[in-house]
């Protein structure tokens, strides 16, 4: 290249030799252009676009929690409603303790047996348990009775209000017999619930 030449470029704006430091620093600032452009068509634009369904989706939640607060009053009177109508419920024992429906449990399986024409040899409380959110009070009964009161007994307990539940039934027949022995020997326990304290 002629020395006209080369005083044409440098005249005319052209890119500096290479190797030269003035040329570094024009590739440098280039690279620098390029990268800055390509941050403001592309990734801040990419950036923008998820950051804006983040915040669709947070104001979507919001709104739903916003909603579940103003429904709470509404949801807590209708809880309190729900445990008011199950605690007087028919289907349940009654009694402000465990040891007050157990006492009440006996009292009412002794009547029905009376009643049925059995008699009771005797009547004891069962430990209570904790079952899926209830409370399982129990009595273990022993009885004796011909077969049609027996049956007649059962019928009516489990039938019956509160919801009983026979269990562990043992019926055995008595070894010696007189005109007067009753002809079966009854042992069971017998199960209701009370709702969890509290619920």
């Known amino acids: 290249m002629s020395r006209h030449d ?4 440098g005249l005319s704006g052209g890119l500096p030799p290479p190797g030269t430091l003035r040329s570094r620093v024009t590739a440098l600032a280039l690279l620098a252009v390029l990268l800055g452009l390509g941050w403001l068509g592309l990734v801040r634009p990419l950036a ?7 915040t669709a989706l947070l104001e979507r939640r919001l709104d739903g929690y916003k909603r579940a607060i103003a429904r709470r009053h509404a949801l807590a009177s209708e809880l309190a ?5 199950r605690a007087q419920s028919p289907d349940f024992l009654h009694g402000a303790t465990a040891a007050l429906a157990a006492a009440d449990l ?14 009771v040899d005797s009547t004891q409380g069962l430990p209570e348990d904790k079952d899926q959110g209830f ?8 009885m004796v009775g011909s077969i049609e009161a ?3 007994i059962f019928y009516q307990i489990e039938a019956g209000l509160p919801r009983l539940f026979i269990d562990n039934l043992v019926i055995s ?9 009753p002809p ?12 969890e304290e509290g619920k």
């Open 135 to 142: 409370r399982r009070v129990g009595a273990q009964i022993r």
């Open 48 to 54: 923008v676009w998820v950051a804006g369904d983040d």
């Open 81 to 85: 409603e729900l445990q008011a109508r």
């Open 106 to 119: 006996q009292s009412r399986i002794s009547a029905q047996i009376r009643g049925g024409g059995g008699q």
């Open 150 to 152: 027996v049956r007649a």
């Open 6 to 9: 080369r005083s044409l470029i």
């Open 184 to 195: 079966l020997a009854v042992e069971f326990n017998v199960y209701g619930y009370l709702p």
């Open 173 to 181: 027949a008595p070894v010696i017999r007189t005109a007067d022995t």
